[in-house]
């Protein structure tokens, strides 16, 4: 510790290449699963992810050894339900959208609930830069050459996204494993139809299912195990800034790994969202900076 009581910067490193590397994997496992839609098409996709996920947590948290109360079960569908429904319109909205401004639009329903449980008037400010980010990339901008529907879904996938969290608020008072497997195997049965519907049997082919497993690891069990180890040593409003940097990390990615290239507004559109999550997370208080962190 130094002087200033503050943690050593080694001790400060390790949590934060855990969280970024945990980001990046995430990122990664997206640009992947994109690989996979002419294959199995996004809805497939979306199934294949969250329904190996939910085996994973089913294996590692064995939620049936504990019971729970009816009042808990329904909190607990509703949850997964969300994120079943976030993870499905997200791909739908990838396989319109490069990843950068599909994952910026989304991240509009985790700062909506931050936005609307604040009280302080400095928040506007970060309202307006918000705004400001968004209406670039939205269709009603000059600017922006989005596909109009593929930001509509963005759009529902940041609509559930802010369902997710404020239903997991509630699903999290169960013990947190039986929760986030019960959540997931939730979703999985809302996004499974879908999947099946899209894909047909080819959904069920070896090498298929092998990728599905690898889009789950990377977006789903690697980058939740990361960022445990991250929460572990950062304190909420650190992790929360920092997780913020997630569009940035995303556009990269997409250019990196699918050659996605964005103009100058979409970069400028991007700032102006991770400023606005930067700035209201680190004003937070506790239980808000906890909510915009939630793992999706």
Known sequence: MSAAGRPALPSTLLPVAALVAGMVSLQCGATFAKSLFPAVGAAGTAALRVGFSALILMAVWRPWRHSISRWDAGWIALYGAALGLMNLLFYLALARLPLGPAVAIEFAGPLAVALAASRRRADFLWIGVAVLGLGLLLPISSTSALDPLGVLLALGAAVAWALYILCGQRAGRVDGGQAVSLGMLA??????????????????????????????????????????????????????????????????????????????????????????????????????????????
Do not use: H, N
């Open 187 to 296: 979703a999985a049965l809302v996004a499974a139809p879908f999947g099946v519907a899209e894909a047909g049997i080819g959904l069920f082919a070896p090498d298929i299912l092998a990728a599905g497993l690898a889009v789950a690891l990377m977006s789903s069990a690697l980058p939740y195990s990361l960022e445990m180890v991250a929460l572990r040593r950062l304190d909420r409003k650190s992790f929360g800034v920092l997780m913020s940097l997630e569009p940035a990390l995303a556009a990269c990615a997409g250019f990196a790994v699918l050659g996605e290239r964005l103009s100058g507004m979409q970069w400028l559109a991007i700032g102006l969202v991770i400023a606005a999550s930067a700035g209201i997370t680190a004003k937070a208080r506790p239980p808000l900076t906890e909510a915009v962190t939630v793992d999706r």
